[in-house]
């Protein structure tokens, strides 16, 4: 199944969706990405028959490489600061969707395009894949989330010296850094990608809503307010119908069939 939408391309395999920015060769991300793509996350948000989304970018050579600097170049202040509300509101979306979004990295991601897997959960890329943030060098900064998701994800000194410096970092490198959990050949990224998404797809719903509002709450508090946070999504998914429907399929040594709720 595939939606009408032009530059955000879906298509649906069982209970997985597989998200497309939809502008090839380099994906740049405009205002009208931004704005589908939050669509798009409502959508799925609403559709209990998808457990999981993959996001991705059209052809080979980039996820996305950033922002549209055409759309960019024209804009005013009042402008940018549209443009960086859409930006915010979109990659929020994803970041605090209910159900596990995974970036399928091919080729570069960068500036923008960076910034958009970061809000991703969980990140796989292809051995052909490169990350920088080359903002500085333009004479701007990173606004989309990059200054405050990035050193979360992989420490100060390290954010400090890809915004900084603005280098490519490989896909090796960045998987030493920890800003992705994986990396395959180009030609399996997609297949893994999804294949993970299954794995996913098969898990509890309400768990997976629970952990990860532990998660992204939880990180910005201080730690005894995040244990209380957590308490309370532990007792929510202890209380769930997933919770019986798990435990009575452990027992009786089958796959559990999860409603979500």
Known sequence: MSSGIDEVRCEVYDRVA???LNRPPYNPINSTILRELQQMMIRMESDDTIRTVV????????????????????????GLERFSELARTAFGSIEHSSKPVIA?????????????????????CSDTAQFAFP????????????????????????AKEMMLLGDRVDASR???????NRVVEAHAL??????????????????????????NVGMNMRLQDALYIEDACSLLAFLSEDRKEGLAAFREKREPQFSGR
């Open 55 to 78: 996001l991705t970018g059209e052809g080979e050579k980039a996820f996305s490489a950033g922002a549209d600097i055409k759309e960019m170049g024209g804009l005013d202040y009042s």
């Open 190 to 215: 997609r297949e893994s990608a999804l294949e993970w998404g299954n794995r996913l797809a098969q898990k509890s719903p309400m768990a997976i809503r629970m952990l990860k509002r532990s998660l």
């Open 104 to 124: 399928a990295v091919n080729g570069v991601a960068f500036g923008g395009g960076c910034e958009l897997a970061l809000a991703c959960d969980l990140r796989i």
């Open 18 to 20: 597989l998200i497309t």
């Open 135 to 158: 903002e500085v060098g333009l004479g701007i900064i990173p606004g989309a989330g990059g200054t405050q998701r990035l050193p979360r994800l992989i420490g100060y000194p390290r």
């Open 174 to 180: 960045a998987m030493e850094f920890g800003l992705v």
